[in-house]
Protein backbone atom coordinates (compact mmCIF):
# COMPACT_ATOMS: atom_id res chain seq x y z
CA UNK A 1 0.00 0.00 0.00
CA UNK A 2 1.66 3.63 -1.07
CA UNK A 3 2.31 5.72 2.18
CA UNK A 4 -0.16 8.93 2.98
CA UNK A 5 1.89 11.69 1.87
CA UNK A 6 1.97 15.18 3.02
CA UNK A 7 2.29 16.66 -1.04
CA UNK A 8 1.19 15.16 -4.09
CA UNK A 9 2.20 17.45 -7.34
CA UNK A 10 0.01 16.61 -10.25
CA UNK A 11 2.79 17.20 -13.55
CA UNK A 12 6.16 16.52 -13.36
CA UNK A 13 6.98 19.49 -16.44
CA UNK A 14 9.78 22.12 -15.72
CA UNK A 15 7.53 24.01 -13.12
CA UNK A 16 5.85 20.48 -11.39
CA UNK A 17 9.76 19.42 -10.93
CA UNK A 18 11.02 22.68 -9.78
CA UNK A 19 8.35 22.71 -7.40
CA UNK A 20 9.45 19.18 -5.98
CA UNK A 21 13.13 20.13 -5.88
CA UNK A 22 11.98 22.94 -3.70
CA UNK A 23 9.85 21.11 -1.59
CA UNK A 24 12.46 18.50 -0.58
CA UNK A 25 14.66 21.15 0.64
CA UNK A 26 11.95 19.99 3.62
CA UNK A 27 10.89 17.03 5.70
CA UNK A 28 8.02 16.32 3.66
CA UNK A 29 7.08 13.17 2.23
CA UNK A 30 6.80 14.23 -1.58
CA UNK A 31 5.45 12.04 -4.65
CA UNK A 32 4.83 13.84 -8.73
CA UNK A 33 2.48 11.69 -9.96
CA UNK A 34 2.71 12.27 -14.34
CA UNK A 35 0.89 11.00 -16.93
CA UNK A 36 3.69 10.66 -19.71
CA UNK A 37 6.58 7.94 -19.47
CA UNK A 38 9.21 11.20 -18.95
CA UNK A 39 9.26 14.57 -17.23
CA UNK A 40 10.01 16.43 -21.21
CA UNK A 41 7.10 15.21 -22.80
CA UNK A 42 5.03 17.91 -23.56
CA UNK A 43 5.24 21.69 -23.44
CA UNK A 44 8.36 21.73 -21.36
CA UNK A 45 10.71 20.06 -23.94
CA UNK A 46 8.88 21.90 -26.94
CA UNK A 47 9.24 25.45 -26.90
CA UNK A 48 11.98 27.85 -28.16
CA UNK A 49 14.76 26.95 -25.29
CA UNK A 50 15.10 30.81 -24.61
CA UNK A 51 15.91 32.42 -21.38
CA UNK A 52 13.83 35.44 -21.53
CA UNK A 53 14.57 38.96 -19.81
CA UNK A 54 10.95 39.83 -18.84
CA UNK A 55 10.14 43.10 -21.09
CA UNK A 56 7.44 41.42 -23.02
CA UNK A 57 5.30 41.28 -20.46
CA UNK A 58 2.68 44.06 -18.48
CA UNK A 59 4.06 45.56 -15.49
CA UNK A 60 2.75 44.12 -12.16
CA UNK A 61 2.45 40.99 -13.12
CA UNK A 62 3.53 37.34 -11.77
CA UNK A 63 4.95 36.87 -15.36
CA UNK A 64 6.52 39.87 -15.27
CA UNK A 65 8.00 39.77 -11.89
CA UNK A 66 9.06 36.27 -11.53
CA UNK A 67 10.30 36.38 -15.03
CA UNK A 68 12.58 38.71 -14.12
CA UNK A 69 14.28 36.73 -10.92
CA UNK A 70 14.44 33.61 -12.84
CA UNK A 71 16.85 35.72 -15.68
CA UNK A 72 18.91 36.72 -12.68
CA UNK A 73 19.41 33.91 -10.79
CA UNK A 74 20.18 31.39 -13.93
CA UNK A 75 23.91 31.05 -13.87
CA UNK A 76 23.93 29.73 -10.13
CA UNK A 77 21.01 27.92 -10.98
CA UNK A 78 22.87 26.28 -14.49
CA UNK A 79 25.95 25.66 -12.23
CA UNK A 80 24.12 23.47 -9.41
CA UNK A 81 22.09 21.36 -12.12
CA UNK A 82 24.70 21.19 -14.78
CA UNK A 83 22.43 22.67 -17.46
CA UNK A 84 23.91 23.43 -20.64
CA UNK A 85 23.04 27.51 -20.80
CA UNK A 86 24.85 30.51 -22.90
CA UNK A 87 24.01 33.82 -21.92
CA UNK A 88 23.77 35.28 -25.52
CA UNK A 89 21.71 38.21 -25.12
CA UNK A 90 18.81 38.72 -27.89
CA UNK A 91 17.60 41.00 -30.52
CA UNK A 92 14.83 42.75 -31.09
CA UNK A 93 14.67 43.92 -34.93
CA UNK A 94 13.14 46.95 -36.13
CA UNK A 95 12.93 48.40 -39.34
CA UNK A 96 9.93 51.10 -39.62
CA UNK A 97 8.94 54.11 -37.48
CA UNK A 98 5.77 51.90 -36.55
CA UNK A 99 8.45 49.35 -35.18
CA UNK A 100 10.89 52.02 -33.08
CA UNK A 101 7.56 53.34 -31.55
CA UNK A 102 6.93 49.39 -30.12
CA UNK A 103 10.58 49.02 -29.43
CA UNK A 104 10.48 52.43 -27.05
CA UNK A 105 7.68 51.46 -25.47
CA UNK A 106 8.95 47.61 -24.89
CA UNK A 107 12.16 49.62 -23.34
CA UNK A 108 9.77 51.33 -21.20
CA UNK A 109 8.20 47.96 -20.11
CA UNK A 110 11.25 46.25 -19.50
CA UNK A 111 12.63 49.23 -17.25
CA UNK A 112 9.41 49.26 -15.17
CA UNK A 113 9.87 45.58 -14.78
CA UNK A 114 13.33 45.32 -14.14
CA UNK A 115 15.07 43.79 -16.76
CA UNK A 116 18.57 44.88 -16.89
CA UNK A 117 20.85 46.10 -19.72
CA UNK A 118 18.35 46.65 -21.96
CA UNK A 119 18.96 49.78 -24.76
CA UNK A 120 18.18 50.31 -28.32
CA UNK A 121 21.36 50.04 -30.93
CA UNK A 122 21.53 51.37 -34.68
CA UNK A 123 21.95 49.55 -37.58
CA UNK A 124 25.93 49.63 -37.55
CA UNK A 125 25.74 48.24 -34.00
CA UNK A 126 23.18 45.53 -34.78
CA UNK A 127 25.05 44.07 -37.43
CA UNK A 128 27.90 44.03 -35.36
CA UNK A 129 26.10 41.65 -33.27
CA UNK A 130 24.57 39.47 -35.97
CA UNK A 131 25.89 40.50 -39.57
CA UNK A 132 23.29 38.52 -41.54
CA UNK A 133 20.41 39.90 -40.01
CA UNK A 134 18.00 42.46 -41.83
CA UNK A 135 16.74 45.87 -40.18
CA UNK A 136 17.59 48.77 -39.14
CA UNK A 137 17.70 49.53 -35.56
CA UNK A 138 16.69 46.63 -32.47
CA UNK A 139 16.17 46.62 -28.69
CA UNK A 140 19.25 44.76 -27.39
CA UNK A 141 18.91 42.43 -24.23
CA UNK A 142 21.99 41.80 -23.16
CA UNK A 143 20.73 39.32 -20.30
CA UNK A 144 18.53 37.06 -22.64
CA UNK A 145 19.88 33.23 -23.15
CA UNK A 146 19.46 30.08 -24.49
CA UNK A 147 19.67 26.81 -22.48
CA UNK A 148 18.73 23.05 -22.91
CA UNK A 149 15.29 22.96 -21.47
CA UNK A 150 15.63 18.53 -21.63
CA UNK A 151 18.26 18.80 -19.43
CA UNK A 152 17.28 21.45 -16.91
CA UNK A 153 13.86 19.54 -16.94
CA UNK A 154 15.69 16.16 -16.00
CA UNK A 155 18.21 18.01 -13.81
CA UNK A 156 15.63 19.29 -11.32
CA UNK A 157 13.71 16.23 -11.39
CA UNK A 158 16.80 14.27 -10.70
CA UNK A 159 17.96 16.60 -7.96
CA UNK A 160 14.32 16.64 -6.20
CA UNK A 161 14.57 12.22 -6.64
CA UNK A 162 18.27 12.66 -4.80
CA UNK A 163 16.27 14.83 -2.25
CA UNK A 164 13.83 12.63 -1.77
CA UNK A 165 10.52 13.18 -3.76
CA UNK A 166 9.31 10.30 -5.43
CA UNK A 167 8.15 10.01 -9.13
CA UNK A 168 5.22 8.36 -10.96
CA UNK A 169 5.96 7.96 -14.46
CA UNK A 170 2.25 6.53 -16.41
CA UNK A 171 0.36 7.95 -13.78
CA UNK A 172 -2.70 10.48 -15.18
CA UNK A 173 -5.35 11.62 -12.64
CA UNK A 174 -8.67 10.51 -13.12
CA UNK A 175 -10.49 12.03 -10.24
CA UNK A 176 -9.58 13.74 -6.72
CA UNK A 177 -12.32 13.41 -3.53
CA UNK A 178 -11.27 15.86 -0.21
CA UNK A 179 -12.24 12.66 3.06
CA UNK A 180 -11.69 14.73 6.15
CA UNK A 181 -8.06 16.22 5.74
CA UNK A 182 -6.85 13.93 3.26
CA UNK A 183 -7.28 14.03 -0.90
CA UNK A 184 -7.58 10.88 -2.38
CA UNK A 185 -6.54 10.31 -5.53
CA UNK A 186 -7.34 7.90 -8.22
CA UNK A 187 -5.42 7.12 -11.02
CA UNK A 188 -5.01 4.99 -13.92
CA UNK A 189 -2.09 3.09 -11.80
CA UNK A 190 -4.43 3.04 -8.30
CA UNK A 191 -4.90 5.03 -5.51
CA UNK A 192 -2.85 7.63 -3.82
CA UNK A 193 -3.52 9.79 -0.23
CA UNK A 194 -2.35 13.00 0.91
CA UNK A 195 -2.43 16.44 2.81
CA UNK A 196 -1.91 18.68 0.25
CA UNK A 197 -2.07 18.36 -3.56
CA UNK A 198 -0.29 20.85 -5.69
CA UNK A 199 -1.90 21.74 -9.46
CA UNK A 200 0.75 21.86 -11.92
CA UNK A 201 -0.59 19.89 -14.82
CA UNK A 202 0.49 22.04 -17.33
CA UNK A 203 -1.67 21.34 -20.35
CA UNK A 204 -4.35 19.39 -18.47
CA UNK A 205 -4.16 21.90 -15.40
CA UNK A 206 -7.75 23.13 -16.17
CA UNK A 207 -9.21 19.10 -15.45
CA UNK A 208 -7.62 18.96 -12.81
CA UNK A 209 -8.75 22.33 -11.32
CA UNK A 210 -11.98 21.33 -12.15
CA UNK A 211 -11.31 17.62 -10.32
CA UNK A 212 -10.20 19.76 -7.12
CA UNK A 213 -13.90 21.99 -7.55
CA UNK A 214 -12.12 24.84 -8.54
CA UNK A 215 -14.21 25.49 -11.54
CA UNK A 216 -14.69 28.71 -14.15
CA UNK A 217 -11.21 28.83 -15.45
CA UNK A 218 -11.26 29.65 -19.83
CA UNK A 219 -8.32 27.67 -21.51
CA UNK A 220 -7.25 27.52 -24.69
CA UNK A 221 -4.19 26.23 -26.38
CA UNK A 222 -1.88 28.07 -28.60
CA UNK A 223 0.32 25.26 -31.03
CA UNK A 224 3.79 27.09 -32.18
CA UNK A 225 5.47 24.73 -35.08
CA UNK A 226 9.35 24.60 -35.58
CA UNK A 227 11.67 23.95 -37.89
CA UNK A 228 15.47 22.71 -36.76
CA UNK A 229 17.87 23.26 -38.71
CA UNK A 230 21.48 21.45 -39.17
CA UNK A 231 24.51 22.74 -37.47
CA UNK A 232 26.62 24.19 -40.33
CA UNK A 233 23.94 26.69 -40.12
CA UNK A 234 25.06 27.64 -36.59
CA UNK A 235 27.93 29.98 -36.74
CA UNK A 236 25.46 32.22 -38.58
CA UNK A 237 23.19 32.91 -35.57
CA UNK A 238 25.02 33.91 -32.13
CA UNK A 239 21.87 34.67 -30.72
CA UNK A 240 18.07 35.05 -30.61
CA UNK A 241 16.46 37.22 -33.20
CA UNK A 242 13.16 38.37 -32.86
CA UNK A 243 10.86 40.60 -34.89
CA UNK A 244 9.20 43.21 -33.22
CA UNK A 245 6.72 41.89 -30.65
CA UNK A 246 3.07 42.31 -30.92
CA UNK A 247 0.63 42.73 -28.19
CA UNK A 248 0.14 39.04 -27.90
CA UNK A 249 2.78 37.02 -29.63
CA UNK A 250 6.70 37.56 -29.69
CA UNK A 251 6.19 36.54 -33.39
CA UNK A 252 8.40 34.06 -35.80
CA UNK A 253 11.91 33.90 -34.63
CA UNK A 254 15.18 32.54 -35.00
CA UNK A 255 17.29 31.08 -32.00
CA UNK A 256 20.74 29.21 -32.23
CA UNK A 257 20.82 26.40 -29.58
CA UNK A 258 23.02 25.33 -27.06
CA UNK A 259 24.17 22.44 -28.82
CA UNK A 260 24.65 24.62 -32.04
CA UNK A 261 21.33 24.16 -33.91
CA UNK A 262 18.82 26.74 -35.16
CA UNK A 263 15.50 26.48 -34.68
CA UNK A 264 12.61 28.80 -36.57
CA UNK A 265 9.45 29.49 -35.04
CA UNK A 266 6.96 29.50 -33.99
CA UNK A 267 3.99 30.22 -35.51
CA UNK A 268 0.70 30.79 -33.27
CA UNK A 269 -2.47 28.68 -34.32
CA UNK A 270 -5.42 28.15 -31.44
CA UNK A 271 -6.26 24.68 -30.82
CA UNK A 272 -8.29 22.79 -28.21
CA UNK A 273 -7.23 20.85 -24.90
CA UNK A 274 -9.87 18.88 -24.78
CA UNK A 275 -7.99 16.11 -26.68
CA UNK A 276 -5.00 14.47 -27.08
CA UNK A 277 -2.42 16.95 -28.06
CA UNK A 278 -1.59 16.71 -31.90
CA UNK A 279 1.92 17.49 -32.87
CA UNK A 280 2.77 17.35 -36.36
CA UNK A 281 3.46 19.97 -38.27
CA UNK A 282 2.03 20.43 -42.05
CA UNK A 283 4.20 21.30 -44.67
CA UNK A 284 2.92 24.47 -45.67
CA UNK A 285 2.90 25.84 -42.28
CA UNK A 286 6.94 25.08 -42.12
CA UNK A 287 7.14 27.07 -45.94
CA UNK A 288 5.72 30.18 -43.79
CA UNK A 289 7.87 29.85 -40.74
CA UNK A 290 10.67 29.51 -43.80
CA UNK A 291 9.29 32.44 -45.64
CA UNK A 292 8.68 34.83 -42.61
CA UNK A 293 12.03 34.48 -40.77
CA UNK A 294 13.97 34.38 -43.99
CA UNK A 295 12.90 38.36 -44.42
CA UNK A 296 14.55 38.83 -40.79
CA UNK A 297 17.71 36.38 -41.38
CA UNK A 298 17.92 35.23 -44.75
CA UNK A 299 20.51 32.03 -44.18
CA UNK A 300 17.23 29.52 -43.96
CA UNK A 301 17.50 27.01 -46.69
CA UNK A 302 15.29 23.62 -47.54
CA UNK A 303 18.75 21.66 -47.52
CA UNK A 304 19.83 22.42 -44.03
CA UNK A 305 16.21 21.50 -42.44
CA UNK A 306 17.01 18.30 -40.23
CA UNK A 307 14.03 17.79 -38.52
CA UNK A 308 10.29 19.83 -36.91
CA UNK A 309 8.16 19.79 -33.73
CA UNK A 310 5.85 21.62 -31.91
CA UNK A 311 4.28 22.75 -28.60
CA UNK A 312 1.18 23.73 -27.34
CA UNK A 313 0.81 26.65 -24.23
CA UNK A 314 -1.84 26.21 -22.05
CA UNK A 315 -3.60 30.16 -21.91
CA UNK A 316 -6.01 31.65 -19.14
CA UNK A 317 -8.17 33.59 -21.36
CA UNK A 318 -10.97 36.18 -20.08
CA UNK A 319 -14.53 36.14 -22.15
CA UNK A 320 -13.45 38.04 -24.01
CA UNK A 321 -10.22 35.83 -25.48
CA UNK A 322 -7.88 38.24 -23.55
CA UNK A 323 -4.51 36.34 -22.53
CA UNK A 324 -4.51 36.73 -18.16
CA UNK A 325 -1.61 36.61 -16.31
CA UNK A 326 -0.27 33.13 -14.70
CA UNK A 327 -2.90 31.88 -11.88
CA UNK A 328 -1.26 30.69 -8.64
CA UNK A 329 -3.40 30.15 -5.37
CA UNK A 330 -4.85 28.95 -2.49
CA UNK A 331 -8.35 28.88 -2.91
CA UNK A 332 -10.75 28.38 -0.14
CA UNK A 333 -13.13 25.73 -2.54
CA UNK A 334 -10.45 23.14 -2.15
CA UNK A 335 -8.39 23.91 1.08
CA UNK A 336 -4.56 22.67 1.70
CA UNK A 337 -4.01 22.86 -2.64
CA UNK A 338 -2.24 25.03 -4.88
CA UNK A 339 -4.10 25.77 -7.75
CA UNK A 340 -1.61 26.27 -10.72
CA UNK A 341 -3.76 28.31 -14.05
CA UNK A 342 -2.48 29.38 -17.59
CA UNK A 343 1.48 28.82 -16.62
CA UNK A 344 2.56 29.14 -20.42
CA UNK A 345 5.78 31.24 -21.76
CA UNK A 346 7.96 32.63 -19.25
CA UNK A 347 7.39 29.43 -17.41
CA UNK A 348 10.42 27.70 -18.48
CA UNK A 349 12.73 31.03 -17.28
CA UNK A 350 10.97 31.58 -14.31
CA UNK A 351 10.21 28.01 -13.13
CA UNK A 352 12.09 28.18 -10.01
CA UNK A 353 10.77 31.57 -8.94
CA UNK A 354 7.33 30.04 -9.55
CA UNK A 355 8.13 26.85 -7.52
CA UNK A 356 9.39 29.32 -4.44
CA UNK A 357 6.00 31.19 -4.86
CA UNK A 358 4.33 28.40 -4.09
CA UNK A 359 6.45 27.32 -1.54
CA UNK A 360 5.55 30.51 0.31
CA UNK A 361 1.96 29.48 -0.33
CA UNK A 362 1.87 26.54 1.59
CA UNK A 363 4.34 27.63 4.11
CA UNK A 364 1.62 30.18 5.10
CA UNK A 365 -0.64 27.62 6.15
CA UNK A 366 1.91 24.51 7.00
CA UNK A 367 5.08 24.82 9.05
CA UNK A 368 8.03 23.31 6.90
CA UNK A 369 10.60 22.24 8.42
CA UNK A 370 14.11 22.59 6.29
CA UNK A 371 16.52 19.45 6.18
CA UNK A 372 19.97 19.40 6.84
CA UNK A 373 21.13 17.29 4.67
CA UNK A 374 19.34 18.52 1.40
CA UNK A 375 21.99 19.35 -1.52
CA UNK A 376 21.09 21.33 -4.50
CA UNK A 377 23.72 19.98 -6.87
CA UNK A 378 23.09 17.07 -9.41
CA UNK A 379 25.54 16.16 -12.06
CA UNK A 380 24.94 15.45 -15.43
CA UNK A 381 25.98 12.76 -18.03
CA UNK A 382 29.24 13.78 -19.31
CA UNK A 383 29.56 14.31 -22.72
CA UNK A 384 32.12 12.86 -24.79
CA UNK A 385 31.78 15.07 -27.71
CA UNK A 386 32.66 18.06 -25.90
CA UNK A 387 36.03 17.09 -24.12
CA UNK A 388 39.33 17.43 -25.57
CA UNK A 389 41.25 14.17 -26.80
CA UNK A 390 43.47 13.82 -23.77
CA UNK A 391 39.98 14.21 -21.34
CA UNK A 392 38.34 11.54 -24.00
CA UNK A 393 41.81 9.24 -23.26
CA UNK A 394 41.55 9.47 -19.81
CA UNK A 395 37.74 8.41 -19.82
CA UNK A 396 38.65 5.43 -22.08
CA UNK A 397 41.34 4.32 -20.17
CA UNK A 398 39.21 4.35 -17.08
CA UNK A 399 35.66 3.20 -19.09
CA UNK A 400 36.55 1.12 -22.39
CA UNK A 401 32.44 1.76 -23.12
CA UNK A 402 33.68 5.52 -23.67
CA UNK A 403 35.94 4.05 -26.49
CA UNK A 404 32.66 3.04 -28.36
CA UNK A 405 30.80 5.45 -30.28
CA UNK A 406 27.52 4.90 -30.63
CA UNK A 407 25.55 7.71 -32.12
CA UNK A 408 28.32 9.05 -34.66
CA UNK A 409 26.60 12.28 -35.57
CA UNK A 410 26.84 13.50 -32.00
CA UNK A 411 29.48 11.55 -30.93
CA UNK A 412 27.37 9.75 -28.26
CA UNK A 413 29.24 6.94 -26.76
CA UNK A 414 28.07 3.18 -25.46
CA UNK A 415 28.79 4.43 -21.81
CA UNK A 416 26.66 7.87 -22.35
CA UNK A 417 23.81 5.82 -23.59
CA UNK A 418 24.44 3.07 -20.33
CA UNK A 419 24.14 6.15 -18.09
CA UNK A 420 20.78 7.59 -19.47
CA UNK A 421 19.43 4.00 -19.77
CA UNK A 422 20.09 3.96 -15.61
CA UNK A 423 18.93 7.41 -15.10
CA UNK A 424 17.42 8.32 -11.09
CA UNK A 425 14.49 9.02 -13.16
CA UNK A 426 14.03 4.99 -14.21
CA UNK A 427 12.30 6.20 -17.87
CA UNK A 428 13.43 3.43 -20.62
CA UNK A 429 12.21 5.24 -23.85
CA UNK A 430 14.24 5.84 -26.81
CA UNK A 431 13.48 9.39 -26.42
CA UNK A 432 13.93 9.62 -23.25
CA UNK A 433 17.48 8.38 -23.51
CA UNK A 434 17.67 10.45 -26.57
CA UNK A 435 16.93 13.57 -24.49
CA UNK A 436 19.79 12.97 -22.04
CA UNK A 437 22.47 12.25 -24.44
CA UNK A 438 21.77 13.84 -28.00
CA UNK A 439 22.07 10.73 -29.72
CA UNK A 440 19.76 10.44 -32.46
CA UNK A 441 19.76 14.34 -32.54
CA UNK A 442 22.06 14.30 -35.36
CA UNK A 443 22.04 15.13 -39.27
CA UNK A 444 20.78 11.55 -40.13
CA UNK A 445 18.25 11.36 -36.69
CA UNK A 446 18.74 7.91 -36.07
CA UNK A 447 19.65 6.19 -39.16
CA UNK A 448 22.77 4.66 -37.86
CA UNK A 449 22.11 4.77 -34.22
CA UNK A 450 18.53 4.16 -33.20
CA UNK A 451 18.56 0.71 -33.77
CA UNK A 452 22.33 0.25 -31.41
CA UNK A 453 20.17 2.06 -28.34
CA UNK A 454 17.54 -0.09 -28.79
CA UNK A 455 19.70 -2.95 -28.46
CA UNK A 456 21.10 -1.02 -25.42
CA UNK A 457 17.71 -0.67 -23.95
CA UNK A 458 16.68 -3.77 -24.43
CA UNK A 459 20.40 -6.02 -22.94
CA UNK A 460 20.03 -3.28 -19.88
CA UNK A 461 15.92 -3.59 -18.63
CA UNK A 462 14.97 -7.17 -19.60
CA UNK A 463 12.45 -5.86 -21.90
CA UNK A 464 11.47 -7.78 -24.81
CA UNK A 465 12.38 -5.64 -28.60
CA UNK A 466 8.78 -5.70 -28.66
CA UNK A 467 8.25 -3.88 -25.59
CA UNK A 468 10.12 -1.05 -26.26
CA UNK A 469 8.47 2.15 -26.53
CA UNK A 470 9.97 5.55 -28.82
CA UNK A 471 7.92 7.85 -26.26
CA UNK A 472 4.62 7.14 -25.49
CA UNK A 473 1.82 4.32 -24.84
CA UNK A 474 1.65 2.67 -28.20
CA UNK A 475 4.81 4.02 -29.83
CA UNK A 476 5.83 0.69 -29.87
CA UNK A 477 9.61 0.83 -32.08
CA UNK A 478 9.16 -2.80 -33.11
CA UNK A 479 6.06 -4.85 -34.25
CA UNK A 480 8.05 -8.18 -34.10
CA UNK A 481 11.18 -9.54 -34.26
CA UNK A 482 13.98 -7.93 -37.22
CA UNK A 483 17.64 -8.67 -37.55
CA UNK A 484 19.84 -5.95 -35.27
Known amino acids: MKPVYDILIVGGGVVGSAIARELSRFQLEIAVLEKNLDVCFETSGRNSAVLHGGFAYDPDTLKARLCVEGNAEFDQVAAELDVPFKRTGKVLVGNTDEDMERLKKTLETGAINGARGLSIIDEAELHRLVPQVVGKFALWSPTSGILDPFQYTIGLAENAVHNGAEYYFNTEVTGIKRVQDLY????????????????????????????????????????????????????????????????????????????????????????????????????????????????????????????????????????????????????????????????????????????????????????????????????????????????????????????????????????????????????????????????????????????????????ETGDSFEEILYNRNGSYVFTGRVRT
Open 184 to 459: CVDTTQGGFCSKWIINSAGLGCGKISEMLGITGYKLIGSKGDYIILDKKVGPLLPMPVYPVPSNTYMGIHVTPTVDGNVTVGPNAEQVSLDENPYYGVPKKNMDYLAQSANQLWPCIRKEDYIRNYCGILPKWVDDNGAIQDWKIELNDKAPCSVNLIGIESPALTAALPIACYVVQLVGSKLTLRPKADFNPVRKGIKRFAELSNEERSALIAQDKDYGELVCRCEKVTKAELLQAIHNPLGCHTVAGIKLRTRAMMGRCQGGYCQMRMAQLIQQ
